[in-house]
């Protein structure tokens, strides 16, 4: 199963996400009636938008995180059985009812394995139903890796996938899709200061590295991945997935 994750920070401090996750809903084409898989939900900032847009629909909100699921549910309650709560792997065959669509963001470069990812999102999907996604793409963190690499530590590799769209379009393709759209872009996310940002990759980018660690020695590590980077800044990239269930 994925890692666990501290959902009250991250939902405090995942702004950059959730503004992301917005223009990315943007993309997805709703009547207002279907039922969308948030393949991700984390702690429901986004799903919550998702949810609005769906007053005749219904929303599954799935996340491998318990504690996400836990603050999603808190966030998500006043809307009743509109909402399914899924703690789940996307790697293994999802065990929910066949969705009209699948909407992720943030969450996807978390799966190591995309050829499997896609397949149980497809197997998940009714035919014509709509994937719509955004996750960290090739050269995501570039310079987070450089620093990471200067202390001797662990990468991404092995922990993280940040394919390219090309790559991304094959898969797709070979796993059902249709009509599939890939392409990455810049996001370039500043912070008030290192101590901000380290805060940030403690809970977000480094959260498997520091997964071992003492809270003291995490701070650490952290800060000093942080003063190792240009400017108190990330040099996201995202991967942008548009595609159709054949």
Known sequence: MPRDWDAETYDRIADPQFRWGLAVLDRLELRGDETVLDAGCGSGRVTEALVERLPDGRVVAFDGSPSMIDRARERLGRFGDRVTFVVGD???PLDVEPVDAIFSTATFHWVIDHDRLFANLAA???????????????????TVTRALEELGAPTFEGNKVFA??????????RAGYTEVRCWLHDEPTPFESSEEL???????????????MSPQDADAFSLEVA??????????????IGATKA
Do not use: I, W
């Open 90 to 92: 996307l790697l293994e």
């Open 124 to 142: 998940t999907t009714r035919p014509g139903g709509r994937l719509v996604a955004q996750c960290g793409g090739h050269r995501n963190l570039a």
């Open 164 to 173: 390219s769209a090309e790559e991304t379009a094959d898969r797709l393709r």
């Open 198 to 212: 380290a805060e940030f990759l403690r809970t977000v980018a480094l959260g498997a590295h520091v997964a071992s």
């Open 227 to 240: 003063r190792r980077l240009p400017a108190p800044e990330l040099d996201y990239v995202r991967l942008n």
